[in-house]
């Protein structure tokens, strides 16, 4: 008997098969003297007797398979941080949305410069998703703008749940630029989403002039709104854009253009308009500081979430943000909402539960 070299060894064929009537006689012997010689082929297994062994495939695929909630954890945890994030904004007095921007992305720039030098993914990206980082850094910064303007034009719970139409317009973007399915599961879930911004919003035109209950001035309001709706829209933009991108980008890679396109957004618009002030107290300086931490912290998790989740999905799910908004209200702002604002967040939980456990239980099967 003699024994296996490395070729013979690898182009040996599997025991349990069928042997074909061509074979040199000596090849009925070679599983035989593999065994007693001790010499296995490459990824030969003793356990399951297999080449490679299926346990240690499973084993590795078990480890490596994500968590089926981990996306919509990471979205969860994105729109605390973003509210947090909102009521400072509404906290800080005397300056200009624009700024506080200004200043949330110099903060941001400063942790992700460091991070990008550690990773070693550089400043630019892939050749081929550059345009879609570009389109990224653009749509989202201005997104982030609006928002905060209408965080000071309006009440802090109308213009995050005005800004909450965005799950509509991401279905919509995602399934004509991502093909993704829109089933009837995720009309359901925006059907409640929009009831209950209607309900919290409570339009005039549908409720009556006395029944919206405005603290502020209907020209404010009105501003707020739109800046609300343009940030629902450029948001869900950005949503669709970075599900495009995928893993294929670093998520530090993307805030940095995020980041940078931002501030010289922001730049330009403070130049236009005329409104740089630096914050005379030294309150609103810490709020500055916590909005830029807080919304780099919001914008890891969204960006990580994205990444890992459909672009829709993650959409419906972030509006806990609505919920935070209120809770925020009632304990920092005094402002106790009506029964139509928790009808209204009732329907916005029912949504982002509902959204979760369908998830979980796609998983589980």
């Known amino acids: 008997m003699r024994p296996l070299d490395g070729t013979q060894a690898a182009e040996r064929q599997e025991p349990a098969l069928p042997l074909t009537g061509d074979r040199s006689p000596g090849a009925s012997e070679e599983p035989a003297a593999a065994d007693a010689a001790g010499t296995p082929g490459p990824g030969w297994c003793w356990l399951c007797r297999s080449s490679p062994c299926g346990s240690r495939v499973q084993s590795e695929a078990k480890k490596k398979a994500p968590c089926p909630a981990l996306g919509l954890f990471y979205t969860l945890l994105s729109a605390f941080l973003f509210s947090v994030g909102s009521l400072f904004v509404k906290k800080v007095q005397d300056i200009h949305a624009v700024e506080i921007s200004a200043f949330r992305c110099v903060f941001q720039m400063l942790v992700v410069i460091p991070c990008l030098i550690y990773r070693k993914n550089g400043f630019i990206g892939p050749k081929g998703q550059r345009i879609f980082l570009f389109l990224r850094g653009v749509l989202g910064s201005t997104a982030m703008i609006l928002l905060y303007y209408a965080v000071q034009t309006t009440s802090l719970a109308d213009a995050t749940v005005i800004s909450f139409s965005c799950p509509v317009f991401t279905s919509i973007f995602a399934c004509i630029f991502l093909k993704e399915k829109y089933s009837l599961w995720d009309a359901l879930f925006t059907a409640f989403t929009i009831t209950g911004v209607v309900l919290i919003v409570r339009p005039p035109f549908l409720f009556g002039s006395n029944a919206a209950g405005m603290a502020e001035s209907y020209p404010d309001h009105l501003k707020g709104t739109f800046a609300s709706v343009g940030h629902a829209v450029l948001a869900a933009l950005t949503l669709v854009i970075l599900r495009k991108m995928g893993k294929s980008v670093d998520y530090i890679l993307s805030i940095w253009y995020y980041v940078i396109l931002g501030l010289l957004e922001c730049v330009i618009v403070l130049f ?10 030294g309150l609103d300086r810490l709020f500055l500081i916590l ?14 979430a994205i990444q890992i989740e459909k672009a829709g999905l993650v959409a419906i799910m972030k509006t806990m943000d609505v919920v935070f908004a209120f809770l925020f209200q009632i304990i920092f702002l005094n402002d106790i909402p009506t029964w139509w604002t928790v009808g209204g967040a009732l329907c916005v939980v029912a949504s982002s539960t509902g959204a979760a456990a369908r998830k979980l239980c796609q998983g589980s099967k």
């Open 291 to 304: 909005i830029g931490l807080f919304g780099l912290g919001g914008q890891v998790f969204l960006t990580k």
């Open 272 to 281: 236009i308009l005329g409104e740089w002030s630096l914050p005379y107290c």
